[in-house]
């Protein structure tokens, strides 16, 4: 295998290797986004419920 098909192919595994990952870093971010606003909602629902209730605290 020449020397040059043989660089082509290391970069070529390094781009692939990169490309995951910044999906998976990507996936990660977008879970923690989702996580916070989730528990935000619920926690907004919550303080609702107890207003509804007259539990003003």
Known sequence: MP???RQREHQAN???FLAWLRTSI???GFGFAIARFTSH???QRRKEEYFK???NT
Request: charged letters at 25%; proline letters at 0%; one cysteine or more.
């Open 41 to 43: 909602a619920k926690a």
């Open 26 to 28: 990507a996936l990660i």
């Open 3 to 5: 020397n040059i098909d």
């Open 53 to 55: 209730c007259g539990l």
């Open 14 to 16: 390094e781009r692939t």
